[in-house]
């Protein structure tokens, strides 16, 4: 049974039991529906409560119905019957109220929730708004502007911002439903219907309106932020079953749209990651961690195991790398802090399990250890041979290395059936992808660690297998070789970073690399330049660029110019770009923002078919999530496998 009702004296007490996350399936609306009735139809009972078993209260519409045909009650059905039910009814939240979750929440008569419960409209992330009044009730409950950024920003709140907004009534420390009974003993039934009470208008029109304007710029071209936006301010304006009927409109217009099925598609491909039997074994220990090196990503792995509560045991090549490191893991932390995502009192405890050290004795404690030095292979070959004396036999080693032969690197330890790559992306305290890389001889517990390690870490993890830069930089270095392909045609920079702007990208190749530094990548072009075929096309322009000392915006001019801080198209460049079409004869060609994206998406694709002919990614989902995750591929667009299975569809009908 999905939903069951108790009675407890003169109060119900109806119960949700649909694991895993009490998804408001048919069976729940249909359950919910009868005992609106069973309820009102008793005089006895004077008060419902509702609340859910298991992890969470209802997380949402159930997704997984979304590709059929709908059927009855539908969701807003339900929360109208619960609105207007003659026996008031009270929320007892515990865990995620999430999207039409909240919208029963918000048809309650009130509402009560666990103080570490989140509350939240996470619609737009499914490219959806809400579709069951959650636009009108949130604004008579909590302040235009709240409501505004929950419903257009999608992220959820905590319990006591959600008291403090009036989003619930009363915050529970103890026992969530003996406080919703004492709650519904002091219910008289006059408290107003949520839908009767006005709507909060924004304290200064001025700001409301820049915040609007603010989010629909913001959405890079994402419909449901735009429509999100829409109707709050329509909720504001319109009377509430007008805007009842408007948003429902929304809802199923955008239910249909090629951009909801995409962001579904991200959704489920990136819980679909790590369903390798591999990834399901029993894990080791890995509370204590040694991180090697401490430089740009060092610092940001040992952050994120720091913030995720394991042990940092950090270690630099002398004294004053590892303060220098000591200091960077700190200021690292000291931001996590100021952003919030740590307390003060958090922030001084993680202290006591963080430790910089200049030799490798300290990592005879760790259970897991992650190499961060500099991508030499002789170099990082080393360190795994000390590593294979000085740590425990049963120790993980784990090298992030970005390009290199993990199976090579896992050939200098006795046993290389403990050695993985876990490929993390810059920053690594906050970037959400990580990249197991399964070299062959690695132990299948050594990979169930390692996808445990990243679940904790909350990261969206994929497996890949060894090649030339594992998924994610080897298909960024197709359509990056594409880009500069595009230069010599007859684009410039600025072309090509504007239309994949435009496409929906937070920022375009070159403005990405400038940002980066050209250096790195040029050390390596010069150090494949011996082996590199000679019949295949090379762009030099980056090259020229670097001879020029022009290394990106740490040197004020890379492929563009920066004036204040902002890039600025560099005739200097256009001009070198001219000499090489000339040198090598190339007609420069028009080449308009749609050809510009064909080509860079055709790229980005072609490369990621040989990955998956070649085994290296597990299906088409992982390419997605590695694109969207790790290269800020538009989550709207599905990722490049999922628009050509659409490219592919419609040559087919
Ligand atoms: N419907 C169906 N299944 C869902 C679901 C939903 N709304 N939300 C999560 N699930 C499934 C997941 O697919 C996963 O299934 P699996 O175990 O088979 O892979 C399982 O529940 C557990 O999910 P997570 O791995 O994500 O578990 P977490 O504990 O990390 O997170 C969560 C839980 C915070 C609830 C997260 O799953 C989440 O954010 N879910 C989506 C919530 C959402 O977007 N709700 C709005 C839906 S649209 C809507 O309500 C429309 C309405 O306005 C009309
Ligand atoms: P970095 O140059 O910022 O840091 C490297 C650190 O390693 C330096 O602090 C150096 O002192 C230390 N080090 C060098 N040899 C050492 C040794 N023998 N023992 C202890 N410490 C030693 O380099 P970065 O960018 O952090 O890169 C590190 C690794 O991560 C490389 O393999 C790189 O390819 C990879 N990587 C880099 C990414 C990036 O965006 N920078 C992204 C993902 C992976």
């Known amino acids: ?160 911002q959600a008291h403090r907004a009036g989003l619930v009534d009363e915050v529970a420390e103890g026992d969530l439903l003996a406080a919703a009974r004492d709650m519904a003993r002091s219910t008289t039934g006059d408290e107003p219907r949520t839908l009767e009470r006005p709507v909060r208008h924004p304290a200064d029109a001025d700001s409301f309106a820049a915040q609007k304007a603010k989010l629909i710029a913001k959405a890079r071209g994402q419909q449901s932020i735009e429509a999100a936006v829409h109707a709050v301010a329509r909720a504001l304006e319109l009377p509430a079953d007008e805007a009842l009927a408007a948003e429902r409109d929304a809802f199923l217009e955008l239910k249909a749209s090629d951009q909801s099925a995409a962001l579904r598609h991200i959704f489920m491909a990136e819980r679909a990651t790590l369903s390798d039997p591999r990834c399901k074994g029993r894990p080791h220990p890995f509370g204590t961690v040694g991180v090697i090196g401490g430089g740009t990503m060092g610092a940001g792995i040992a952050a994120a195991c720091l913030l995720s509560g394991l042990t940092v045991i950090l270690v630099e090549r002398d004294g004053e790398a590892a303060q220098a490191a000591h200091e960077r893991v700190s200021s690292i932390l000291d931001q996590s802090a100021r952003r919030g995502i740590v307390d003060e009192t958090m922030r001084a405890a993680i202290g006591n399990r963080f430790s910089a050290h200049d030799g490798y004795a300290p990592l005879s404690r760790a259970d897991l250890v992650i190499e961060a030095i500099f991508e030499e292979m002789d170099v990082k070959k080393a360190v795994f041979a000390t590593l294979d004396t000085v740590t425990k036999a ?88 594409e880009a500069d392909y595009l230069i010599e045609d007859g684009a410039l920079p600025a072309d090509v970073d504007r239309a994949m702007r435009d496409f929906g990208f937070p920022m375009g190749v070159f403005e990405m690399q400038d940002l980066a530094g050209l250096d790195i990548a040029w050390a390596m072009r010069k150090r494949r330049a011996a082996t590199r075929d000679p019949n295949e096309r090379y762009v030099a322009i980056a090259d020229k660029l670097c001879e020029q000392g022009r290394f990106g915006r740490k040197t004020g001019a890379g492929w563009y110019r920066y004036e204040d801080a902002k890039p600025v198209a560099d005739p200097e460049v256009t001009a070198l770009i001219d000499a090489e079409r000339a040198r090598k ?69």
């Not at 039991?17 to 249909?30: E, G, I, L, T, Y």
């Not at 619609?123 to 008579?140: C, K, S, Y």
């Not at 305290?429 to 679940?455: G, W």
């Not at 709207?636 to 490219?647: D, E, L, N, T, V």
Request: charged residues 20%; hydrophobic residues 45%; proline residues 7%.
């Open 394 to 481: 049963d120790a993980i080693l784990a090298t992030n290395t970005s390009y290199l032969d993990v199976n090579a690197i896992a050939s200098t330890v006795a046993d290389p059936s403990r050695v993985i790559g876990l490929h993390f992306f810059s920053p690594a305290h906050i970037m959400k992808l990580l990249e197991i890389v399964v070299p062959d001889r690695v132990a299948d517990d050594v990979v169930a660690t390692a996808a445990a390690f990243a679940k904790r870490l909350r990261k969206t993890a994929v497996l890949s297998g060894v090649c030339d830069g594992f998924i994610a930089n080897r298909i960024m270095s197709a359509y990056r070789r």
């Open 585 to 653: 004869g190339i007609e420069p060609a028009s080449l308009p923002d749609d050809a510009i994206m064909d080509r860079i998406v055709s790229a980005m694709q072609s490369e990621a078919q040989k990955v998956l002919d070649e085994g290296i990614a597990s299906g088409p989902g992982d390419i997605d999530v590695v694109m969207t995750s790790g290269y800020g591929f538009p989550r709207w667009r599905g990722g490049p496998m999922f628009m050509k299975a659409r490219q592919d569809a419609g040559e087919r009908a």
């Open 1 to 160: 049974m999905a939903v069951t009702l108790e009675r407890d004296g003169d109060c119900a007490v109806v119960t949700i039991d649909n694991p895993p996350v009490n998804a408001a399936s048919h069976a729940v609306r249909q359950g919910l529906m009868e005992a609106v009735a069973t309820c009102d139809a008793d005089p006895a009972v004077r008060t419902v409560i509702l609340r859910c078993t298991g992890r969470t209260f209802v997380a949402g519409a159930d997704i997984r119905e979304f590709g059929q045909p709908p059927k009855e009650p539908h969701l807003p059905d339900v929360v109208a019957a619960i609105e207007t039910a003659d026996t008031p009814w009270i929320a007892a939240i515990h865990g995620t109220a999430l999207g039409g979750g909240l919208e029963l929440a918000m048809a309650c008569r009130a509402r009560i929730a666990a103080d570490d419960a989140k509350l939240g409209l996470p619609e737009v992330n499914l490219g959806l708004i809400p579709g069951a009044g959650g636009t009108v009730r949130l604004p008579r409950l909590v302040p235009a502007e709240t409501a505004l950024t929950m419903v257009a920003g999608g992220k959820p709140v905590g319990a006591a």
